[in-house]
């Protein structure tokens, strides 16, 4: 059986984001430390971790690359609260963007999505998915009674 795992590339913070991340996320975990071998580096070459049963690498590469929007993770959520959370969390020391959309304090892009925007936007109702569309696109975090209200013409 073949596995995919997303290998991100940290300036010397992957074992610091590792722990981050998995503070955030049930069933989440950090399985792996590799140091760098002796006389290479010092520090933590790689750390393995998972996020909702997941696995990742976060590799200490150095600071020729750095993450961009062109990937970023997506999460959803079930409910306001759990947005609510997650965007303070991820934000804090890091940068709002729009539509759900955010950096965190690493500069790995995550989108921060309600399951009821997904239902809302794609509502058979076309006028009604397009009014929900229209009020996540004038919106940092995502708000679920606000995208509710547009999508019923309130």
Same mark, same amino acid.
């Given at each position: 059986? $073949?596995?995919?795992?997303?290998?991100?590339?940290?300036?010397?913070?992957? $074992?610091? /984001?590792?722990?981050?991340?998995?503070?955030? @996320?049930?069933?989440?975990?950090?399985? $792996?430390?590799?140091?760098?071998?002796?006389?290479?580096?010092?520090?933590?070459?790689?750390?393995?971790?998972?996020?909702?049963?997941?696995?990742?690498?976060?590799?200490?590469?150095?600071?020729?690359?750095? @993450?961009?929007?062109?990937?970023? @993770?997506?999460?959803?959520?079930?409910?306001?609260? %759990?947005?609510? !959370? +997650?965007? /303070?969390?991820?934000?804090?020391?890091? %940068? %709002?963007?729009?539509?759900?959309? +955010?950096?965190?304090?690493?500069?790995?892009?995550?989108?921060?999505?309600?399951? !009821?925007?997904? %239902?809302?936007?794609?509502?058979?109702?076309?006028?009604?998915?397009?009014?929900?569309?229209?009020?996540?696109?004038?919106?940092?975090?995502?708000?679920?009674?606000?995208?509710?209200?547009?999508?019923?013409?309130?």
């Amino acid at each position: 059986m $073949e596995r995919i795992t997303p290998c991100l590339w940290f300036d010397g913070k992957a $074992e610091e /984001a590792a722990e981050f991340y998995v503070s955030l @996320f049930p069933d989440s975990k950090i399985t $792996e430390v590799v140091p760098y071998p002796e006389g290479i580096a010092a520090g933590t070459m790689t750390v393995v971790f998972e996020l909702n049963g997941q696995q990742y690498v976060g590799l200490n590469g150095g600071p020729q690359f750095t @993450f961009n929007e062109a990937v970023s @993770f997506q999460i959803h959520c079930d409910d306001q609260a %759990e947005v609510d !959370r +997650l965007w /303070a969390a991820l934000t804090e020391g890091g %940068e %709002e963007g729009p539509c759900g959309w +955010l950096k965190d304090r690493y500069g790995l892009s995550w989108q921060v999505i309600p399951v !009821r925007l997904l %239902e809302l936007v794609q509502d058979r109702d076309t006028g009604r998915a397009r009014r929900a569309m229209d009020a996540m696109m004038t919106m940092q975090k995502i708000d679920v009674a606000t995208i509710e209200a547009a999508a019923d013409g309130r």
